[in-house]
């Protein structure tokens, strides 16, 4: 069961791992974290919860729901909604009976883009994100207690708050400069949560656009609700070139990463950083952005040349605690995951992301003559090797121990950065590998400055790890 309890979350499948039992002991063991962590007394503590479209959501709201009442905190409800939407209800203040209360933490009940037996829990504490050893150790107190669920408080209460509500007015009025804009738009929801928010956004904006996919729907009948997988972007693809739309987003099952298209580019998230801090920078601002282990280093060397790059872990969490601690602008990950300071409260949201490209444009910006500009390197995506849960970090560290000296075969090695795996530069180039946080796989990628230089570097570096399982 313990492994459930990821780096950056809680997933697993619906009624084998995510049964009654274990949702209602998370609900009740997490409601005694949030009232330590934010010092508050029984029925002091307002836990907003939302959930995305999968067919098991509502009745893993019920549970953990009933566990967090059990455990002296209140419950605001907000329904189905985007992750964007359930980050957003921290920073605000709503409508409970006759007061105003400001949450003292949230859940978003989503398996964002697994398969639809999966699902599980983004938790924030504080406007922070709760992960990594907290959850660990949420884990290890749940296993140890094994304890049979606690009768409800009578003091606490499950509240309904209107969020996806005050989110589309609020982004309407951010954006209001943007109305009427002539871009055509499509859009693909994946049948996931982006349509309930986006769609009514774009029409109250009067912008030009057409969605496909836009009704939740946690079977996913059309396609896999995973952009960063080139496959999934076909139908988007069609509909473009068939009907001369200029722009498509592609959004996963919980909206919180996006896919941006043109006609002739998919453009990744560290390119999309790279545009953004330009735009910045022609405002007369130094941009300081995050990135993650796996951005090109053009992203990094253009970004230092007009502000500051930083480079971290890959993962929401990781990212998001960062930036909250460096002040920067914002900070991206290559697969979608984009975090704005800048005008907003530092959290991924991939439908605000998608209202911040079509303020690029209307800046003036043309993407394509940005992509075209920028230097050319030859890159993969993410290849993942599989490997055991058991193994995937004891192969890691013997890469790591490996490379204090290197085998023959590898090329000259220019510098290592090991904050997340092992990031390797060479001469021409560099390769990526590190441990999943949440499969049983090891994540790499590589770049370089040719076709040959880059199967010279992926070749050696795959040797190694097949070195190291052994």
Known sequence: MQSIFREYDIRGIFEKELNEKTVKAIGFYLGSAVKARCGKQNNEAFVSIGFDARTHSPTLFEWLSLGFLSSGCNVLNMGMVTTGINYFTNFFEWEVGEKKITPSASVMITGSHNPPEYNGFKITIDKAPFFGKDIEELGKNIIAANSEYTPISKETKIYTIYAKKAYIDYLVKEFSHLKGMSTKVAIDCGNGVAGLSIIEILSKLNINFKSIYENPDGTFPNHHPDPSEEHNLEDLKELMHKEGFELGFAFDGDADRIAVLTDRYNIKGDQLALIFARDMAKEGKRPTVIGEVKCSKVMYDEIDKIGTSIMYKTGHSNLKVKLRETGADFAAEVSGHMF??????????????????????????????????????????????????????????????????????????????????????????????????????????FEATSPEMLETYKNSLNRLIEESKL
């Open 340 to 445: 704005f300071n800048d005008k907003w409260f530092g959290f991924d949201d991939a439908v605000y992301v998608a209202m911040r490209v079509l303020e690029l444009i209307k800046h003036g910006v043309d993407l394509d003559k940005e992509m075209d500009k920028m230097p050319k390197l030859f890159s993969t995506d993410e290849i993942k090797v599989k490997v055991s849960e058991e193994t995937k970090f004891q192969i890691i560290n013997k890469i790591k121990e490996a490379l204090k000296n290197p085998p023959s075969y590898l090329p000259q090695i220019t510098g290592i950065v090991d904050i997340d795996g092992v990031r390797v530069s060479f001469n021409e180039g560099w390769g990526l590998i590190r441990a999943s946080n949440t499969t049983p796989v090891l994540v790499t990628r």
